[in-house]
């Protein structure tokens, strides 16, 4: 099982159930991994919110040694013309 990573527009982050900051986040990560080696993570952008926010997230799996990521983000709404 994976965990799950959302990152909402407005820069909260969100691990399963619980809204964290990013060091919050990555000793979190570093906790579930010396649990379970393999652990996988997917992260949940918000198409609305800055790349900085999810880059931000990607780099605190990275620091927590967490390689086996999976990306999805909330496509942004199309307005027609």
């Not at 959302?6 to 906790?31: A, T």
């Not at 379970?36 to 790349?51: K, Q, S």
Request: charged share 30%; proline share 2%.
């Amino acid at each position: 099982e994976r965990k799950v990573i959302n990152v909402y527009s407005d820069g909260r982050i969100r691990l399963d159930s619980d809204f964290v900051s990013v060091e919050e986040l990555r000793g979190k990560l570093e906790k579930a991994r010396s649990e379970y080696e393999g652990l996988g993570v997917i992260v949940r952008g918000d198409a609305e919110g800055p790349l900085q926010n999810v880059a931000s997230v990607l780099g605190a799996c990275k620091q927590a040694g967490v390689s086996d990521l999976g990306i999805s983000v909330r496509l942004a709404r199309r307005t027609t013309p």
